[in-house]
T-cell receptor, first 114, second 113 residues
């Protein structure tokens, strides 16, 4: 079965603090892809990153970084020096071997307090 | 570049009325198309997806149906809306292939009164 768990429902941090959003997944596929999306208050889901199951290198993009660990089936997302504009709901998602279906976690609502 | 259009942005409909939400994609061919619903609890529920014209897979039994009359057009319909159909409806597309992410439209906020 395919499943994504985001155990953190809501997180509040003060501006400039670092914050890590957790994502744990379950899959029987050997080939799969992991994604993170951001949903600001406007509602549209914005694609942030894609990672395939064969690439465990961590990735950094500006203040964003992602830590993929197959051993723990986790794909965590860290925002460094958070800003108010980072306030949003963040979703982790998994795509399996067919590539046609995406499984989303329930999302983590991040509030950055100025 | 590829774009996805979804309309209307907001809709208020009475119980028992029909529904038609439309989504079109530009700049790509033979995309996978999806309808998701997001209720107040924030989770994304996959309603339908399509890998080609006339090919619709339903994930959840419900009061809704979907159709794909053209390659880049995806329509979500209902003959009679229920109060429980209220929510935020998102259309999305992905390119064929394992590593293609989903790209979402701006969504339609439906309120059934």
């Amino acid at each position: 079965a395919q499943k994504v768990t985001q155990a953190q429902t809501e997180i509040s941090v003060v501006e400039k603090e670092d914050v890590t959003l957790d994502c744990v997944y379950e899959t029987r596929d050997t080939t799969y892809y992991l994604f993170w999306y951001k949903q600001p208050p406007s509602g549209e889901l914005v694609f942030l990153i894609r990672r395939n199951s064969f690439d465990e290198q961590n990735e950094i993009s500006g203040r964003y970084s992602w830590n993929f660990q197959k051993s723990t089936s986790s794909f965590n997302f860290t925002i460094t020096a958070s800003q108010v504009v980072d306030s949003a709901v963040y979703f982790c998602a998994l795509s399996g071997v067919t590539g046609n279906q995406f499984y989303f976690g329930t999302g983590t609502s991040l509030t950055v307090i100025p | 570049s590829q774009t996805i259009h979804q309309w209307p942005a907001t809709l208020v409909q009475p119980v028992g009325s029909p529904l038609s939400l439309e989504c079109t994609v530009e700049g790509t061919s033979n995309p996978n198309l999806y309808w998701y619903r997001q209720a107040a609890g924030r989770g994304l529920q996959l309603l339908f997806y399509s890998v080609g014209i006339g090919q619709i897979s339903s994930e959840v039994p419900q009061n809704l149906s979907a159709s794909r009359p053209q390659d880049r057009q995806f329509i979500l319909s209902s003959k009679k809306l229920l109060l429980s159909d209220s929510g935020f409806y998102l259309c999305a597309w992905s390119a064929q292939g394992l590593n293609s992410p989903l790209h979402f439209g701006n969504g339609t906020r439906l309120t059934v009164t």
